[in-house]
């Protein structure tokens, strides 16, 4: 079975930095396009920035200019590094994979690491 194993969060001084983590193992095929997605209380989860194999990203304009979403391929791995946060960058961050495996397609979730930015 598939493991997204995600790690890197914790509590930051607004301003401050974190970089998180995320690597895929099992029995994997190819992995296609990796993401980070968040979610805060009350609040629907959302995309942070994703990455296609190519490495071709996408971010949304909330973190544009502040977080750079980079991957490595040989560790089927993903990383977020997140500069200068904001009180409203808090939440949990999730990391998603669209895998191959068996000839069939699928999206994974990692369980999820938690940022705190404190003001």
């Known amino acids: 079975q598939v493991q997204l194993v995600e790690s890197g969060g914790g509590l930051v001084q607004a301003g401050g930095s974190l970089r998180l983590s995320c690597a895929a193992s099992?029995?994997?095929?190819?992995?296609?396009?990796m993401g980070w997605y968040r979610q805060a209380p009350g609040k629907q989860r959302e995309l942070v920035a994703d990455?296609?194999?190519?490495?071709?990203?996408n971010y949304s304009d909330s973190v544009k200019g502040r977080f750079t979403i980079s991957r490595d391929n040989r560790k089927n791995a993903v990383y977020l590094q997140m500069n200068s946060l904001k009180p409203e960058d808090a939440a949990v961050y999730y990391c998603?994979?669209?895998?191959?495996?068996?000839?069939?397609?699928?999206?994974?979730w990692g369980q999820g690491t938690q940022v705190t930015v404190s003001s």
């Open positions: 099992g029995n994997i095929f190819n992995i296609n396009t």
């Open positions: 990455i296609t194999r190519s490495g071709s990203t």
């Open positions: 998603n994979a669209d895998i191959v495996r068996y000839g069939i397609r699928a999206g994974y």
